[in-house]
Structure formats: structure tokens, C-alpha cells
């Protein structure tokens, strides 16, 4: 990683890097899972807006398929937040309505952030060095567009068969070095779950989508929630 992006929290930062000043790695996907309202989605804003103030990033990405980040502490802020259509604001807000909607976003976004480091790298002078943080929230929430038409046109609930694993799995994998190539950090919120069926309740937290989350991210943070 070319550097930190300080999370807000002297504590965390430190359990995330071992130092107070540290937090996410720069150019490196995190993920942040739990449980719901476990803090994961405000730890993620916190960051970017310590981001913003600090003058670590120029530009913050939010792709959010549930319509529930925190974006009231950005205007808390003093900072701008834009939508799909206003690429003027520090922060823009993209909503996804599907893996496949996401991953066609995403990539694209980060295709362009690629080929923006590279011109940066070979001609600084003349070029802009484009520092963007992507958000996204949240990856567990995503679905399949296939299982919803089927759901609507055939007027039946299709069974998953792994198809939104598998779908999830691909977008990481088109994600993982764009991420590395443009210098870009990407935090992604997910979901933790555990075995219904299971007897006993497990002490191993397992998050969803499959298991190219797991292999994309440099870092994984639990979030306990506190009652």
C-alpha cells in the first residue's frame, strides 16, 4: 500500500495496522462485516470523510444497494453530496440495483481510475494524480437480476443454485488488481451469517457471497455489535 486512510478511531487504527495515525491501506480492497447495526456502514463514512478533511482522497464513490449509508455525516461536514448525475461533488452517490448492475459500475469506474494513474505515472506533470475512495454497500445485500426477471416474467421464485455466489465472485475477480492498478482503496460492507441448521451456535463468523471476497481482501474486519 502507498498509505493510510485513518478511520476516526485511534483504537482501530491501531488494531488494523498497529498504529493510531494508520488505518485502511491505500489501493487495497477492505472489508468491513457483522451483523446489522454493528457500526460497519459508519465506521466506512467516518473514513471517508477523514479521507476528504485530511486530503488523503479527492473524490469518495458511494455504490449503495440498500439506500441506508450514513450520508448525513458527510453534510455534518460541511461536504457536498452529489448523486448518479453530479460529478462535481467531492462524494457521489450511485445507487446498484443488482450484482450485475454493480459489477458493470464498478468496473467501469475503476477502468477509468487505471487508465487515469497510468497517464499520471508516465507524464505526472501534465496529468492529474486522481486519488478516488469506492464504497461498497453493501455486497451482501446484492442479488441477482436473473432471479428477480425470472421471479416476474415466469411469475415463479427461481432457487439461487449459487448463481449470485458465482456472479459475486466474478466481479471481485474484475475488481482485484483494477483496485491495485489505480491506486484506488475500495471498502466493501458485507453481511455475517450463521448456520441455521447448526445445533450450536458457531464462534467462527462467516460472511456471504462465496468465497472471492474472502481471497480479494487485503484486510477483514469484524464488527461486533454492542448492545
Known amino acids: 500500500p ?6 476516526g478511531s485511534y483504537a482501530l487504527n491501531r488494531v488494523l495496522t498497529g498504529d493510531i495515525h494508520m488505518g485502511f491501506p491505500i489501493g487495497r480492497i477492505s472489508t468491513l462485516f457483522g451483523l446489522s447495526q454493528s457500526g460497519k456502514s459508519l465506521i466506512a463514512a467516518h473514513t471517508a470523510v ?10 469518495v ?3 449503495d444497494s440498500e439506500g441506508g449509508f450514513p450520508v448525513d455525516i458527510f453534510t455534518a461536514a460541511g461536504i457536498d453530496l452529489g448523486d448518479d448525475n453530479n460529478a462535481d461533488c467531492p462524494v457521489q452517490y450511485i445507487r446498484v440495483h443488482s450484482v450485475e448492475d454493480c459489477a458493470v459500475k ?5 477502468d477509468t481510475l487505471v487508465k487515469a494513474h497510468e497517464d499520471w505515472e508516465k507524464d505526472p506533470e501534465n496529468n492529474d494524480h486522481v486519488r478516488v475512495l469506492c464504497i461498497l454497500d453493501s455486497y451482501g445485500f446484492l442479488g441477482s437480476d436473473k432471479l428477480v426477471s425470472d421471479a416476474v416474467g415466469k411469475d415463479k421464485m ?4 449459487g448463481i449470485t455466489a458465482k456472479l459475486k465472485n466474478n466481479m471481485m475477480r474484475g475488481l482485484t488488481m483494477r483496485v491495485c492498478e489505480s491506486d484506488c482503496t475500495l471498502l466493501v460492507i458485507n453481511h455475517e451469517y450463521q448456520d441455521p441448521a447448526a445445533m450450536f451456535a458457531s464462534k467462527i ?5 462465496g468465497k472471492g471476497i474472502e481471497f480479494a481482501s487485503h484486510v477483514i474486519l469484524q464488527c461486533e455489535k454492542v448492545f
Do not use: C, P, R
Not at 50 to 59: F, G, R, S
Open 2 to 7: 502507498t498509505g493510510y486512510l485513518n478511520t
Open 50 to 59: 477523514n479521507a476528504l478533511l485530511e486530503d488523503k482522497v479527492d473524490k
Open 61 to 63: 464513490f458511494i455504490f
Open 106 to 110: 464498478m468496473i467501469s469506474t475503476y
Open 158 to 161: 427461481a432457487n439461487d443454485m
Open 205 to 209: 463468523h462467516q460472511m456471504g457471497g
